[in-house]
């Protein structure tokens, strides 16, 4: 009976991705609720299961790719890949209203390219702080503490070495979580209660993860505002992170 039933789930792995990741999203939320009430967002305790299940199943299976290197849970790397994670971006921008994002005109333009240098030149100063002198690590770590999109794709056209791609995707991973964690309590102080604010501070922050978790915790009709700058701040930062920001970086540091 044991067998037929991982047999079954082997055979419909991505169904039984579906059916985990639902499992771990109602979980999550519950403690949420029921141990912060709201204050830590659902998506961050989602997150931080979602890291200690990969370090298990990399532990079980000696892999690379975390739980999904299980044969029964290997559904879960098709619909974590790039296509279904753009295919949700792309949703979540449709929400938004075009007549809004108008609005913010220059200063939502502005704020992507703050939101970009900012990040980047801050992970530039923490990885010269731990040590990192070459033009590549920086880079990449840099771009990883833009997200922990742009830190790979960074590191993979300037040839950085698999140890600091890593590490750019780990900064990338705390800077989304502390986002999502810290939105609802700053966004009183910041005015972020209507949805030019939502597109400028997405622009700023510029992890979709993080920007559309906090926001829903904030108000969720902001979180498409939010979700669409940021997404544009990916877009951004993998162009400009491997190129301008890679040859100023270079002038620098040799």
Do not use: W
């Not at 830590?40 to 199943?57: C, D, E, K, Q």
């Not at 923490?126 to 990883?144: C, N, Q, R």
């Not at 979180?223 to 930062?237: C, D, E, H, R, S």
């Amino acid at each position: 009976m044991q067998d037929t039933v991982l047999a079954l789930f082997e055979k419909n792995n991505l169904v039984t991705a579906f059916a985990v990741i639902g499992i771990t999203m109602y979980i999550s939320y519950f403690l949420s609720d029921k141990l912060t009430k709201g204050r830590l967002h659902g998506s961050a305790i989602a997150i931080i299961i979602g890291l200690a299940l990969a370090y298990f199943g990399g532990i079980q299976t000696g892999g690379e790719n975390g739980l999904a290197d299980l044969q029964m849970f290997s559904g879960i790397g098709l619909m974590g890949g790039a296509m279904l994670r753009d295919l949700a971006i792309v949703a979540t921008a449709f929400g938004a209203n075009l007549e809004e994002i108008k609005k913010a005109g220059f200063t939502g333009v502005l704020s992507l390219f703050m939101g970009v240098f900012v990040s980047f030149f801050v992970g530039v100063l923490v990885a010269l702080s731990f040590g990192y002198t070459d033009a590549a690590s920086l880079t990449t770590i840099g771009g990883g503490a833009a997200t922990y999109i742009v830190g790979p794709v960074a590191g993979g056209a300037v040839g950085a070495s698999s140890e600091v791609i890593a590490l750019s995707v780990a900064a990338g991973l705390v800077k989304s979580i502390l986002v999502m964690i810290g939105t609802p309590f700053v966004a009183k102080f910041i005015g972020l209660d209507n949805p030019r604010s939502a597109l400028v501070y997405g622009g700023l922050m510029g992890t979709t993860s993080g920007v559309a978790g906090g926001l829903a915790a904030t108000d969720p009709k902001l979180v498409p505002y939010g979700a669409m700058t940021a997404t544009f701040f990916t877009g951004l930062g993998c162009l400009l992170v491997p190129s301008i920001l890679y040859f100023i970086v270079r002038a620098f540091a040799g």
